[in-house]
């Protein structure tokens, strides 16, 4: 699994040019890219990144990658995250890592966003990973009834939700921007773009995972090479 992610991270580097603003996704094929990138700026390689999590933004300092805060950007011309689940049609399912609100706003912002991702994330169809959805802790009762309706009405196979929890216990995680999440098992998203329209009209999400026309290249990471798709 490490040397499929390695491989992914290290294709990504072919895209990497002097003088760019990098958005620098969250979770662990986006730590690896971020860590080779921290080799470019060594050997002389000017660049800034824009970290998507606070998680990010610490390996990105240990990595001696420069960084800017989102506020004073005025153009981000690539973002290279990962994904917890990718469609043919580039559809993503992202937020595993927590770091979903934050992560759709910097590759939203950017002239082009590149997922890496290991060949064991590549789907035909979107569902068996849980979709996360942030969520404002008020009225989140209310706010989960509205998902579930959401969800059915979109087609998914399922519509369960759990509410994620801190990994060593001590209540719900709390996201970078101070919110919950909820995991919803869907097992099968048969149209994402409905889905996510759905979703973003209920007040309390204040973002879901599912990244639709956002991701323009693939990168699939193979055990010995690595697969290059760029949408039509």
Do not use: W
């Not at 973002?207 to 697969?227: C, Q, R, T, W, Y």
Request: hydrophobic share 45%; proline share 5%.
């Amino acid at each position: 699994m490490q040397i499929t992610k390695e491989n992914a991270a290290l294709a990504a580097l072919e895209y990497i040019e002097d003088g760019m603003t990098l958005g620098l996704g969250s979770g662990s094929t986006a730590e690896i890219f971020i860590k080779h990138l921290g080799l470019l700026v060594a050997d002389g390689m000017e660049i800034i990144g824009v970290p998507t999590s606070k998680r990010t933004e610490a390996v990105a300092i240990e990595n001696g990658v420069p960084l800017i805060e989102p506020d004073k950007v005025s153009s981000i011309q690539l973002t290279i995250d990962g994904a917890d689940e990718v469609d043919p049609g580039f559809s993503l399912i992202k937020g595993g890592g927590a770091c979903l609100l934050r992560e759709k706003i910097i590759a939203h912002a950017s002239d082009k966003m590149i997922v890496i991702a290991d060949d064991s994330k590549i789907v035909d169809t979107l569902g068996e990973y849980p979709l996360p959805i942030e969520v404002d802790p008020f009225a989140i009762a209310l706010t989960a009834e509205k998902i579930y309706n959401a969800l059915v009405n979109s087609g998914c196979e399922s519509a369960v939700t759990v509410l994620r929890q801190k990994i060593n216990g001590g209540g719900p995680l709390i996201t970078d921007g101070g919110h919950f999440l909820l995991d919803c098992s869907c097992k099968k998203i048969p149209d994402p773009a409905e889905t996510a329209f759905l979703l973003s009209k209920i007040p309390g999400v204040m973002e879901h995972g599912l990244f639709v026309d956002l991701a323009s290249i693939i990168i699939v990471g193979f055990e010995n090479h690595a697969k290059v798709m760029e949408k039509n």
